[in-house]
């Protein structure tokens, strides 16, 4: 069985400041894990994914998250937060070998602070 | 990149009656279709996986007689809410999966569909 626990279903920050969400997995077999973005009233949007190559993985709007295997965590950041960033965070694990279904945390509402 | 159109964005329906929810991939191939629902201030909740040809797979505690779900094409799968009642208010996302290239899980949403029952 597998899971995502994401610490923090809010978190706020200062526009500039670094943003850091938090997301720890749990899988029997080597996962795929995925970070994706939620404004309201809207679908989800791939931020981006780790499937098994460069544990420090980059995605869109300058967001980056690092598959660390020992603490099994993939934490999300960015260096500044800009005030679009506001929205809906959701991290994800699929086990890998495709065809798997996908697994969400509860989701981190961010907050940035003019 | 990979786009999946929902339709309709929003609806508003009276009890009893029965609401159909289209989730297509334009450009893009899909076997596998995911419905989900998801409760104002929560996270995604998997309804039924949706292969195209075949019946769906139901999640634990979901009631297959109430959500309908058929997969016709490669690119069309329906979720149809019969009989709705207040209770079924909610907003529903589809996603698929693609067919072709390294399968890596990666899924591609609809924009959403926001049922609201009166």
């Known amino acids: 069985a597998q899971s995502v626990t994401q610490l923090g279903s809010h978190v706020s920050v200062s526009e500039g400041a670094l943003v850091l969400l938090r997301c720890n997995y749990s899988?029997?077999?080597?996962?795929?894990l995925f970070w994706y973005v939620q404004y309201p009233n809207q679908g989800l949007q791939l931020l981006l994914k780790y499937t098994s190559a460069a544990t420090l993985v980059k995605g869109i709007n300058g967001f980056e998250a690092e598959f660390k295997k020992s603490e099994t965590s993939f934490h999300l950041t960015k260096p500044s937060a800009h005030m679009s960033d506001a929205a809906e965070y959701f991290c994800?694990?699929?086990?890998?070998?495709?065809?798997?279904?996908?697994?969400f945390g509860t989701g981190t509402k961010l907050q940035v602070i003019p | 990149g990979a786009v999946v159109s929902q339709h309709p964005s929003r609806v508003i329906c009276k009890s009893g009656t029965s609401v159909k929810i289209e989730c297509r991939s334009l450009?893009?191939?899909?076997?596998?279709m995911f419905w989900y629902r998801q409760f104002p201030k929560q996270s995604l909740m998997l309804m039924a996986t949706s292969n195209e040809g075949s019946k769906a797979t139901y999640e634990q505690g979901v009631e297959k007689d109430k959500f309908l779900i058929n997969h016709a094409s490669l690119t069309l799968s329906t979720l149809t809410v019969t009989s709705a009642h207040p209770e079924d208010s909610s907003f529903y996302i589809c996603?698929?999966?693609?067919?072709?290239?390294?399968?890596?899980?990666?899924?591609?949403f609809g924009e959403g569909s926001r049922l609201t029952v009166l």
């Open positions: 899988s029997s077999v080597p996962p795929y």
């Open positions: 996603s698929a999966r693609p067919v072709t290239g390294v399968n890596t899980g990666e899924l591609f």
């Open positions: 994800a694990v699929s086990e890998s070998g495709g065809y798997q279904k996908v697994t």
């Open positions: 450009d893009f191939q899909a076997t596998t």
